[in-house]
């Protein structure tokens, strides 16, 4: 059931599979499984033979994978897990209607975002919308879109984070790992979200790069955050995406959640809710550290200036 050819996460690549959108509680240690539903190419939503034989329910319709993802989100909300920030890689960082469906929900987020995400400098927002328009030529239906005069220059994530002096670049620590401190160099800065001529809210682009002297990739987020927040706590938030990443792994190597070959709509959900459940009571058995670095619990997310969480070794 939703087998098509389409990316694979597992793979790597594109192959033959079914794909799971999945929510889940990041705290500063671990990732709790919340909720989760089936993605369902267009081809298997208009098949009636295919949902007839699946047992898919008449009220399920195509949805993308954001969409799907919103849905997860309000479905949380409903039922009253305590989360006021969203994280998510780039295939949903980069797609303006999930961020635009998370601004309209009043929930901030840290998402990463590629290289080539859109952005306009305020500044130059500003200078523009001041800008008067030329007298018109003849009459006609008003604009659907901002005349050109009023659209700043639209600049790319990788360019803008090249622009920045060296001295704005900072080294954080945002977490203890197995093998130490982890730490790279950030700089932060103040820019709008865009994709072609529409411009979206203010907020925070972040560049990420490797310490001087080692290797790695160089990473980009986006975060619509209050401008008041630390750099350090953009981070922390950011780097939450390797929980879940974990969690993936947890689930397809200890309970089989990449294994069942489901047919039916009720019994792969089913299966997938008890892997939930599963990885979740596997988590709290994990032994607690002997001598850990500080002693307070995770606490939850509860507003965009709470301090950094305290650095300790993850149990695992």
């Known amino acids: 059931m939703g087998v098509a050819r389409q990316y694979c996460a597992r793979l790597g690549k594109r192959a033959n599979g079914q794909v799971v959108v999945t929510g889940r509680y990041v705290d500063p240690y671990f990732a709790w499984h919340v909720n989760g539903q089936l993605y369902l190419p267009a081809e298997w939503c208009q098949d009636q033979e295919r949902r007839r034989q699946s047992a898919i329910p008449d009220e399920v319709s195509f949805a993308t994978k954001p969409e799907i993802a919103l849905w997860l989100i309000d479905e949380a909300r409903e039922g009253s897990v305590p989360f006021q920030i969203v994280v998510s890689d780039s295939a949903y960082g980069d797609n303006p209607s999930f961020l635009d469906g998370l601004e309209a929900r009043k929930l901030c987020c840290v998402v990463r975002v590629a290289c080539d995400f859109g952005v306009r400098r305020p500044e130059e927002v500003a200078r523009a919308a001041q800008q008067a328009l030329p007298p018109k030529k003849k009459a006609g239906r008003p604009r659907e879109h ?21 001295e704005s670049w900072q080294t954080v620590t945002w977490r203890m790992g197995s093998d130490g401190p982890l730490c790279k160099q950030f700089v932060a800065v103040r820019v709008h979200r865009a994709v072609g001529d529409t411009t979206g809210q203010e907020g925070w682009l972040i ?35 390797p929980g879940i990443e974990r969690g993936y792994q947890d689930g397809k190597s200890h309970t089989g959640m990449g294994d069942y070959a489901a047919r039916r709509w009720e019994s792969f959900h089913r299966h997938l809710m008890i892997d939930f459940l599963a990885l979740s009571w596997l988590a709290l058995q994990r032994p607690r550290i002997e001598n850990p670095v500080v002693t307070p619990e995770p606490q939850a997310v509860r507003s965009p200036d709470e301090p950094v969480f305290p650095l300790r070794a993850r149990a695992l």
Not at 156 to 164: G, I, L, N, Y
Request: hydrophobic share 35%.
């Open 146 to 166: 901002p005349h050109p005069v009023h659209v700043a220059p639209l600049r790319r994530a990788d360019a803008e984070v090249a622009a920045q002096p060296e």
């Open 207 to 241: 560049g990420e790069r490797p310490l001087p002297g080692h290797e790695g990739e160089r990473q980009f987020y986006w975060s619509d955050l209050p401008a008041a927040t630390p750099v350090a706590r953009l981070v922390e938030l950011g780097h939450r995406g």
